[in-house]
């Protein structure tokens, strides 16, 4: 124990408080951000990149888009978030000039335990205490609510680079309550970006196998006209496979056309969770877009559509996850006084005789809970029974 002894009248010498950071754990990205005195800041690394690429190298091989397989069982997800996490820590230690061991992590609302958990692990071997697990689609709410000051029932539509997330949240006075939840963890720009894909090599007449080298480059290459098309009408894509030119431009048309089935898996996504949540498209003060796939113009549009109003995007939407879990992450150390009440966004029971899934704990019910059911033996004089949980619909 270290004891500070002061003369009698001297004021105790002041310690500086290591602050506890939020990190968007991106499929595409990560982003990192600290929040004092009410103020959020997002980090970056010596090259000024607010935006760090999520993508690892094991052994001579570039690793992206592994948040995907996060809970799987696979080794390399974890491995590989733990190295991007190690980086963020690095990075924010060197910044900040304190010694950074406290986080809050942002995962996907419709992510399961498996895959929360595996995020906690990788967190762990990265050295990274987790104050909190919140969900991206909450943790934008927490930026725009404390941005804001606003109140009343807002939506948080978030399509990422891997996944979609719908939440809708009633903002009261300082309390964040996410009334309803869910998405789709297979759902995200990387479909857009395989369609493009896809499409390119059609468009081609190329039908040889790529090398590792050659998709990887062609996966840039078409993400890049994904990006451009947002602003522009037009983008040419250009790469040498196998000493054969291949080149095609899309047009913005293209891309609506190659979009319209990825639309209608989100906007069925919104439908059922504002049905859960029993709330009426008039009753929304807000409807709030995040991630960088959000800027495609025709998903804009369909979203405007869906909800009748004109989405909210005055944050940045690649950085607001981090921005929101920054808050949470100060306010979980005592610099802020904002209440967040969550709900599972799966629901949780026990496998019954026949193979059947009884549902204790209902998706969308506020957490902390508690639930009681009676179940009896299926045999007469069982002594002993094994107990199945399990998760989801």
Known sequence: MLLHINEPGQAAPQVAKVPAIGIDLGTTHTVVAVARGGQVTVLTDADGRR??????????????????????????????????????????????????????????AYFDDTARQATKDAAALAGLDVLRLINEPTAAALAYGLDAAAEGIYVIVDLGGGTFDVSVLNMQKGVFQVIATGGDTQLGGDDVDQALYDAFLAAAHYEQTLTHMERQRLQMLVREAKEKLSTQDGAD??????????????????????????????????????????????????????????????????????????????LNPDEVVAMGAAYQAAALTGDGDSLLLDVTPLSLGIETMGGLNEKIIHRNSPIPCMKQQVFTTYQDGQTALLVHVVQGE
């Open 237 to 314: 894509v250009f790469i040498a496979l196998q000493e054969r030119d291949c080149a095609h431009r899309f047009m913005r048309d293209d891309l609506d056309r190659l979009l319209n089935p990825i639309l209608r898996r989100c906007l069925a996504i919104c439908e059922q969770v504002l049905t859960d949540a029993k709330v009426e498209r008039p009753q929304i003060a807000e409807v709030v877009l995040v991630g960088g796939a959000t800027r495609m113009p025709a998903f804009q549009a369909a979203i405007t559509q869906f909800f009748g109003r004109q989405p909210l995007c005055t």
């Open 51 to 108: 935006l760090l690429p999520s993508v690892v190298n094991i052994d001579g091989i570039e690793h992206a888009s592994t948040k995907r397989r996060m809970g799987s069982g696979e080794v390399l997800p974890v491995q590989a978030a733990s190295m991007i996490l190690a980086k963020v820590k690095h990075m924010a230690s060197v910044t900040l000039a304190q010694d950074i061991t406290q986080a809050v992590i942002t995962v996907p």
